[in-house]
């Protein structure tokens, strides 16, 4: 074989590993929510709220996020971010919660939905003036006595404001869950995935 030869060969074989190369991995970074609270709408009496008005509980320093779709109650949980990186950089993002309070014996399913607004706090948020919301955009399924999966953030992720806060709501497509709060000690866990 002639040099030139080999040298071709070699050309070759260098060009098949680079184009059959895994691209890098993304780059991880995670962070603890910043604040959350459970959001509650109700026509029925409320005897913990003011006026009676479920509307008007503020339930943003409970150890515990409630989220209920059925009967007279719709509750979802409100939690806020606050990306560590762009949102330009930003591939994929996850939220991690805690365990439920306790294990569901049936299955639910939990809808992810971005918040139209970081504008809140955990002293005063109601489900007056508690910020809108968009449609679901992700829905994990979740079997009978597990706890929540890591749920797709990354709609609301890419969605963030120019100084990364960000909001979302979590709540069950049918059925009722509990889970720890920010105020327990554990909180929801954001995963950034970045290039």
Avoid at 61 to 84: C, D, E, K
Wanted: net charge negative.
């Amino acid at each position: 074989m002639h040099f030139s030869s080999c040298v071709l060969v070699s050309a070759l074989a260098l060009v098949a590993n680079v184009a059959t190369a895994s691209p890098p991995p993304l780059q991880q970074l995670s962070r603890p929510a910043l604040k959350d609270s459970t959001i509650f709408r109700s026509t029925v009496y409320c005897a913990d709220c003011p006026e009676g008005n479920c509307y008007m509980c503020t339930l943003g320093h409970n150890n515990t996020l409630v989220a209920n779709t059925g009967g007279m109650a719709y509750l979802r949980a409100l939690v806020g971010f606050q990306l560590p990186v762009p949102a330009k950089k930003v591939k994929k993002c996850t939220v991690q919660f805690p365990a439920f309070v306790k294990l569901m014996e049936a299955p639910i399913n939990i809808t992810v939905s971005e918040a139209k607004s970081n504008d809140w706090n955990e002293d005063t948020v109601t489900g007056e003036n508690a910020p809108e919301t968009g449609e679901p955009f992700s829905t994990s399924h979740v079997p009978a006595l597990t706890n929540p999966p890591a749920l797709d953030a990354t709609e609301a992720c890419k969605n963030a404001a120019e100084n990364g806060d960000f909001s979302i709501y979590v709540g069950a497509q049918f059925g009722r869950f509990e889970i720890w709060s920010k105020d327990s000690g554990n909180p929801a866990i954001l995963h950034t995935y970045y290039k």
